[in-house]
C-alpha cells in the first residue's frame, strides 16, 4: 500500500510540451495526492494519464471565487491537495498565488515540486546574459497600453522575458524595438516540442521576419539589456525625444528618454525645450 501524503498544498511542476519532462518525484505526488486541481481537465487527464494517476480532479482558477478557495484551504487541513497548472510551473502567469496565500494565511503545509518554467527555458536558449532578469509575463494586447509598460522598464538594467503568442508577436516585436531601443533578442517557440526553433537578432529584425510570416505555437521573446551604445547616440536621443514630445509633455518625454536611454533627464529637458522651440 502506498503511503499517504501529509496533508497540505502541493505545487507541481508539469511539462512545457514534452511529456517525459515531469519529473519522477512529481509523478508521484500526482499518483499520492487526496486530489489534484487544476485549470483545465482535458489538458490535465492526459498528463494524470502518463503518470499513471487516478486522483480524482478539481477546477481552480484564480478567479474561481472565494468561497472555492475555503473550501480547497479547508480540505488541505486533513488531505494533500496537488496544484497542476496546464503546462510547466502553477503561479507563473498562471493560477495559484492566491491559493498559496490564503493556505498560508491558514498555517497548512505548503511544498513545491519544481520543474519546468517556459522563462527559464527560454532564457538558457536565448545566448543573452542572464545574471539579473525581469519577468514581464504577458504584455497589454492594446498598442498604448504596450507601450506604456515597456517605457516602465526600458531603463531597467536587466535582461526582459515575456511570454507571447503567434498572432500578435510581430506587433510586440515592433513595439518592443520602438520602447527599449533596437535590442538583440531571442524569439523561442515550442521549447521541449518537436518543432522547437529560436531565432535571434535585433529587434526589428526580428519583427520584419516575423511580420512576413507570423509563427504558430507558444513563445516565449527574450530581450537584452540596454547597452552602453544606447547611451552615446545624441541622434538616438533626439530622434526619441520627438517621437515622445508627439505624445507626452516636455517633462513626461524627457522622463521617458531618460529611462530608455540611461542619459541625464535634466539635459534631455533642456534638450526637449530646444527641439519644441517657443
Ligand atoms: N506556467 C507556464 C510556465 O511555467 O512557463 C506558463 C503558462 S502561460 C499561461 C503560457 C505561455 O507560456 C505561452 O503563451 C507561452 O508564451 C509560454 N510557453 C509555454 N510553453 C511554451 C513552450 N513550450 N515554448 C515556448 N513558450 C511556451
Known amino acids: 500500500m502506498v503511503e499517504a501524503l501529509t496533508p497540505g498544498l502541493y505545487i507541481v511542476a508539469g511539462p512545457i ?130 507601450l506604456d509598460t515597456l517605457a516602465e522598464v526600458a531603463g531597467v538594467k536587466a535582461t526582459l522575458v515575456f511570454y507571447e503568442s503567434g498572432p500578435r508577436l510581430a506587433a510586440s516585436l515592433s513595439d518592443m524595438a520602438l520602447g527599449l531601443g533596437d535590442r538583440d533578442a531571442a524569439v523561442c517557440r515550442e521549447i521541449s516540442k518537436s518543432f522547437e526553433e529560436v531565432k535571434t537578432g535585433p529587434l526589428t529584425e526580428l519583427a520584419a521576419a516575423y511580420g512576413e510570416h507570423p509563427p504558430k505555437g507558444e513563445i516565449v521573446v527574450v530581450v537584452g539589456p540596454p547597452g552602453e551604445a544606447a547611451k552615446a547616440s545624441a541622434e538616438d536621443a533626439d530622434a526619441a525625444l520627438c517621437e515622445a514630445l508627439t505624445r507626452l509633455s516636455v517633462g513626461k518625454a524627457a522622463s521617458e528618454v531618460a529611462k530608455k536611454t540611461g542619459l541625464d533627464r535634466r539635459t534631455l529637458y533642456a534638450r526637449a525645450l530646444e527641439i519644441k522651440g517657443p
Request: with cysteine; charged share 25%; glycine share 6%.
Open 17 to 146: 510540451g514534452n511529456l517525459s519532462d515531469l519529473s519522477p518525484r512529481a509523478a508521484d505526488i500526482l499518483c499520492r495526492a487526496d486530489v489534484v486541481a487544476v485549470e483545465d481537465s482535458r489538458v490535465s487527464a492526459r498528463l494524470l494519464r502518463y503518470a499513471g494517476s487516478d486522483r480524482p480532479m478539481v477546477a481552480y482558477h484564480d478567479h474561481s471565487d472565494e468561497a472555492k478557495r475555503t473550501w480547497l484551504v479547508d480540505r488541505m487541513g486533513s488531505e494533500a491537495i496537488a496544484l497542476l497548472s496546464d503546462a510547466g510551473t502553477p503561479l507563473i502567469s498562471d493560477p495559484g498565488y492566491k491559493l498559496v496565500r490564503d493556505a498560508r494565511e491558514a498555517g497548512r503545509l505548503i511544498t513545491t515540486i519544481p520543474g519546468p518554467c517556459a522563462a527559464i527555458a527560454a532564457l538558457t536558449l536565448s545566448a543573452l546574459p542572464t545574471d539579473r532578469f525581469l519577468f514581464m509575463g504577458f504584455l497589454p494586447a492594446k498598442a498604448k497600453a504596450r
